[in-house]
């Protein structure tokens, strides 16, 4: 079992910038994928960035491609989302998940773990 908790979100103008951290326990994440997904109100939950288990493979939504940065820290068990030029479009509760698989992916069925959210609202 993995337990993970996200941290970071806030409030922000637009054009500002956050850095989410996901922490996990319970066991090591370094041998599997990590993604950070969103919800907005009234929408369903998306992709935005995943990173393969050595951190050398990531893939972003297109949507955030330029502007977001995912990252990870094996040692430390945890994964970062840097968020630059945010915009009020990228307001949503922010999640993460580990994968059950090493490489990235963009499907909610290839991960096993989630955590609670954090929030990140982006103000005009």
């Known amino acids: 079992q993995v337990q993970l908790v996200e941290s970071g979100g806030g409030l922000v103008k637009a054009g500002g910038s956050l850095r989410l951290t996901c922490a996990a326990s319970?066991?090591?994440?370094?041998?599997?994928?990590m993604g950070w997904f969103r919800q907005a109100p009234g929408k369903e939950r998306e992709f935005v960035a995943s990173?393969?288990?050595?951190?050398?493979?990531?893939y972003y939504t297109d949507s955030v491609k330029g502007r977001f940065t995912i990252s990870r820290d094996n040692a430390k068990n945890t994964v970062y989302l840097q968020m630059n030029s945010l915009k009020p479009e990228d307001t949503a509760v922010y999640y993460c998940?580990?994968?059950?698989?090493?490489?990235?992916?963009?499907?909610?069925?290839?991960?096993?773990?989630w955590g609670q959210g954090t929030q990140v609202t982006v103000s005009s």
């Open positions: 319970g066991r090591t994440i370094s041998n599997y994928a």
């Open positions: 990173i393969s288990w050595s951190g050398g493979s990531t």
């Open positions: 998940a580990v994968a059950g698989v090493a490489v990235v992916a963009d499907n909610e069925r290839a991960y096993k773990y």
